[in-house]
């Protein structure tokens, strides 16, 4: 059951959908991202489905390096912008240099003592 719930893909999407992918990241695939997305918009045609692929930016970075395109997606979802129906894919250029991002960390930044434990 827990499989069913937690799978990705296969599954009707009931409002636009924004993905942004790394084109070098080492812990989502790029290519298999591309499929998928493919496949999706293949599977659900009406869809509204805008995938952006970032040249030569990893995991973490594209958070950073894609934050102008999320930010003003989410904005225009807020001010009731209409979205183009169907699949749009774009290859993003970047702002930045992908040298001026941060890498991956291999570690979180955790609070030693939680805020309940402090007096």
Known sequence: KYQDLAANGGKKISGPLLVIQGGQDPIVYPPATTEAV???AKAYPAAQIEYHILPNISHVPAMHAGQMIWMDWIAARFAGTPVKPGFQSY???LVRPALALQPETNWF???ETDSY???
């Open 91 to 93: 290859v993003s250029k």
């Open 38 to 40: 493919k496949e999706t």
């Open 109 to 111: 930044i955790q609070l």
């Open 117 to 119: 434990q402090m007096t």
